[in-house]
């Protein structure tokens, strides 16, 4: 059981390139999210998924695409990458139960780099 | 908005000492909060949560103290030990959020030998 996976574990990316950004979770949980991580700031929701079909935009989702076709998987696609998107990605999950608290489990990051 | 933020950005404590990390939020309607700790290279990790009808909880080693009055909580961790050492942040929820987590921006814990 691997619980939350990303890849590729690191990318230097020429900006203006495409790039799209795994994330498999193998727990059966609803909700999938994505964040960036930058020195000083956290972490920061970039897109969200409470389940299956459907997204949503977090606190910083210019720039960013998702798309949630199953329960499992939640891609990020970065369309025309820009150097302000070098920064450690995580993608995570939780089992969102109704009415329940929401941890939060995460995946071990992917660290791009724009050029 | 709404944000989380901490205290002090570094705490160093020597090691077998007890560390207290302090959190303060600033939305009167967070109702769920959680501890997380990130290792160098990893992604966080759940430590402990506290519902906002409670007022402390203990895990193995951790507690957590939650004062709404004052819209703060801390993360107490007893006899640190060097596998403590990481950066250490705190996340809100509340009703109408969708749930979803705002996070502080996070205290860096060094254990001294």
């Known amino acids: 059981i691997a619980g939350i996976t990303q890849a590729p574990t690191s990318q230097i990316l020429a900006a203006g390139r495409r790039m799209t950004l795994r994330c498999t979770q193998d727990?059966?949980?609803?909700?999938m999210y994505w964040y960036r991580q930058d020195l000083g700031l956290g972490l920061r929701l970039i897109h969200y998924?409470?389940?299956?079909?459907?997204?949503g935009k977090g606190e910083v989702p210019d720039g960013y695409s998702v798309s949630r076709a199953n329960t499992d998987d939640f891609p990020l696609t970065l369309a025309s990458a820009v150097p302000s998107q070098t920064s450690v990605y995580f993608c995570?999950?939780?089992?969102?139960?109704?009415?329940?608290?929401?941890?939060?489990?995460f995946g071990p990051g992917t660290r791009l780099t724009v050029l | 908005g709404e944000s989380v933020g901490l205290h002090l950005p570094t705490l160093s404590v020597q090691e077998g000492d007890n560390s207290i990390i302090n959190c303060a939020y600033s939305?009167?309607?967070?109702?769920?909060f959680i501890w997380y700790k990130q290792e160098s290279g990893k992604g966080p990790q759940f430590i402990i949560d506290?519902?906002?009808?409670?007022d402390k909880r203990q895990g193995q080693r951790v507690t957590v103290l939650l004062n709404k009055t004052v819209k703060h909580l801390s993360l107490q961790i007893a006899a640190t030990q060097p596998g403590d050492s990481a950066v250490y942040f705190c996340?809100?929820?509340?009703?109408?959020?969708?749930?979803?987590?705002?996070f502080g921006s996070g205290t860096q814990l060094t254990v001294l030998p």
């Open positions: 995570a999950s939780s089992p969102k139960l109704a009415g329940g608290m929401n941890e939060q489990f």
């Open positions: 727990m059966r949980h609803n909700a």
């Open positions: 998924s409470n389940t299956a079909g459907t997204t």
């Open positions: 939305n009167s309607a967070s109702d769920y």
């Open positions: 506290i519902r906002s009808n409670m």
């Open positions: 996340a809100e929820t509340f009703p109408g959020s969708a749930r979803q987590l705002t």
